[in-house]
């Protein structure tokens, strides 16, 4: 089977198909791309949550702020994720404890939740609030991950302090999910889901009416580094004192972060035709969003258009994009029988920017280049806090990002063989001990 290519932007076209989100907003034209010679205080590459949400911290203190996007203003994940607002990060807060110790652990999770707010705070600009809905749930995939599940609750609800989350046991899980199979869930009021795009849009008007300049088709292409930074694309340039690189898996291709900390996965949803309201009742009485505990995780929703949205199916391999989507069709419809009848009106996908840990991956090149990357699929509020952060540094105080600094990172090996090895390896692995579990 042939692997994804290391061209990361065939594999976002690749695997990008028709997002249902696309059909739901009103786009205006595009913004104009950057032309000419420009100066700014900072250039942010990529407008995404990262970059947008950075560029509107810097942009309400007075910052003169330019983003250059690629393509379009969500185009990349952030525009076409599951939604799902979640606190944490995409490890386990322990992988953070154990290299940094309890007291940045904590800080860091704090942090997490600061993210979680700001992303709310912005939906709820929007006149639609970005159709946000609360609630999310983790389900037991199998008996062997109740324990697992049981112990998460212990550690938000006592030394976390979380106090938003609820554990329910097999016998009641029918109360919240009317899937099959799931053998405990985890219910948290705190956290939500959102359509994603719409938040991006809103993200945007705000940067717009706080006088951040973005261009849209502005892939940058080179980056001079010195006390007066000089960012390039095709047709025009910003000379600048800073430079945040928010472009997720696309970021090495400007060769200043560091290389191969970050791989490259895809990701796939699909959604189907809308959905009875009693029936959608009877699936998620509660409303709340929801990921199994599998490694390889799914995730699902009922959005506002009453669609059953269903994410999953990390991939390192290439598949075919038919292939993804009568998998997740498979894996939705054997926790949801009811389903088996539902048209599949859209299906696409995304590019995923993980670490071998899984930890975000945040830094500093030079005192004035700064990169956020490595969100591992667990993005909505890491990449805005990130952006938070890096505004603050950037102003001078850079002791909240430096907390994140702290994490190592293991890079990924060098040479397509290798990387090919240990990428198959990981995929049959992790298959493996869902399976087993
Ligand atoms: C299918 C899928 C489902 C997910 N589900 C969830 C979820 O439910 N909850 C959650 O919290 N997270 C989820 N995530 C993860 C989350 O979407 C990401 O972590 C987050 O959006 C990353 O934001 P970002 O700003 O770093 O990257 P992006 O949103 O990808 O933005 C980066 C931007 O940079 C631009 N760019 C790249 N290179 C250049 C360049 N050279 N010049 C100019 N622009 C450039 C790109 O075009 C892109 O628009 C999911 C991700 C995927 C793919």
């Known amino acids: ?15 990008a198909g028709d997002c249902f989100y696309d059909h739901t907003v009103a786009r205006a034209q595009a913004l104009a791309p950057l032309t000419g010679e420009h100066v700014a205080d900072v250039v942010v590459i990529g407008a995404g949550v990262a970059g947008l949400s950075c560029a509107l911290e810097l942009a309400a203190r007075g910052i003169a702020c330019v983003v250059l996007e690629a393509k379009r203003v969500g185009s990349g994940a952030s525009g076409r994720n599951g939604g799902q607002l979640l606190p944490g990060f995409s490890c386990d807060l322990d992988v953070i404890r154990a290299q940094l110790g309890d ?3 904590r800080e860091a999770w704090d942090m997490s939740l600061e993210g979680m707010s700001m992303v709310r705070e912005h939906a709820a600009r929007a006149s639609d609030g970005c159709d946000y809905q609360p609630g999310w749930m983790i389900l037991a995939a199998r008996r062997g991950h109740v324990e697992e599940l049981a112990s998460w609750y212990r ?19 029918g109360r919240v999910c009317g899937g099959t199979g799931y053998h405990a869930a985890l219910v948290d009021h705190h956290a939500g889901h959102l359509n994603p795009l719409k938040l991006m849009l809103a993200l945007a008007r705000e940067c717009d009416r706080r006088s951040v300049r973005i261009f849209e088709n502005s892939k940058v292409t080179s980056v001079a580094r010195g006390a007066r930074l000089s960012v390039a694309t095709a047709q025009g340039s910003v000379r600048c004192k800073h430079v945040v690189v928010a472009a997720n898996v696309f970021a090495e ?16 949803i699909i959604a189907t035709e809308p959905i009875d309201a009693a029936l959608c009742a009877r ?30 199916g990390s991939t390192y391999l290439k598949h075919d994009s038919r292939d993804r989507v009568t998998m997740l069709r498979k894996k939705m419809i054997a926790r949801f029988p009811e389903l088996g009848a539902a048209r599949i009106d859209h299906a696409w996908g ?3 920017d993980v670490t071998a840990s899984r930890a975000p991956d945040f830094g500093r090149i030079d005192s004035n280049v700064f990169y956020l990357q490595g969100f591992s699929g667990h993005g909505l509020n890491v990449a805005a806090i990130a952006g938070r952060i890096t505004a603050e540094a950037i102003l001078g ?13 293991r890079a990924f090996p060098r040479g397509a063989l290798l990387r090919r ?5 990981g995929t049959w692995y992790f298959r493996a001990r869902d399976a087993l579990a």
């Not at 089977?1 to 695997?15: F, G, K, N, T, V």
């Not at 550690?155 to 899980?173: I, K, M, Q, R, T």
């Open 155 to 173: 550690e938000l609800s006592g030394p976390l302090a979380y106090g938003n989350v609820e554990f329910v046991h097999a016998a009641d899980v």
């Open 397 to 409: 105080d850079g002791r909240r990002f430096g907390v994140f600094c702290g994490l190592r990172h």
């Open 283 to 312: 699936m998620l009485p509660s409303g709340y969003s929801a990921c199994d505990t599998n490694f390889m995780l799914d995730y699902f929703r009922i959005t506002a258009e009453r669609r059953m949205l269903w994410g999953g």
């Open 1 to 15: 089977m042939p692997l994804i290519s290391q061209d990361r932007w065939r594999e976002a076209e690749d695997i």
């Open 350 to 352: 995304g590019l995923i």
């Open 253 to 268: 291709e400007l060769r200043l972060v560091p290389e191969r900390q970050v791989m490259t996965v895809g990701n796939t």
């Open 103 to 105: 007291a940045p652990a």
């Open 421 to 425: 090895a240990v990428l198959s390896v």
